[in-house]
């Protein structure tokens, strides 16, 4: 019944920002933990930030201190703010639920293209 839906990629030079969004078609974040995962041409898929039901936040550390992820509940939003972006940061970006990713949510994702 769920649908994800990503939003707010774009083309950006590094040190610049974007604020990315997933809207669910239903509220799911109360029962499970979502997360942001990017995938790179030639890359695996990697988790970079996550938040719990709790509002614990996670992020893998080539992030930590530029990417911030938040949720407003009343939107079925969850959002990854995206500061200081730096080139390597180039890849789809898709959210889906943490730790098993269920596989009929992903969508389409967001492209992020960090270039001068």
């Known amino acids: 019944q769920v649908q994800l839906v990503e939003s707010g990629g774009g083309l950006v030079q590094p040190g610049g920002s974007l604020r990315l969004s997933c809207a669910a078609s239903r509220s799911i974040f109360t029962i499970n933990t979502m997360g942001w995962y990017r995938q790179a041409p030639g890359k695996e898929r990697e988790l970079v930030a996550d938040?719990?039901?709790?509002?614990?936040?996670n992020y893998v550390d080539s992030v930590k201190g530029r990417f911030t992820i938040f949720r407003i509940n009343a939107r079925n939003t969850v959002y990854l703010q995206m500061n200081s972006l730096k080139p390597e940061d180039t890849a789809v970006y898709y959210c889906n639920t943490v730790p098993l990713a269920i596989s009929a949510f992903w969508g389409q994702g967001t492209q992020v293209t960090v270039s001068s």
């Open positions: 938040i719990t039901t709790g509002s614990i936040t």
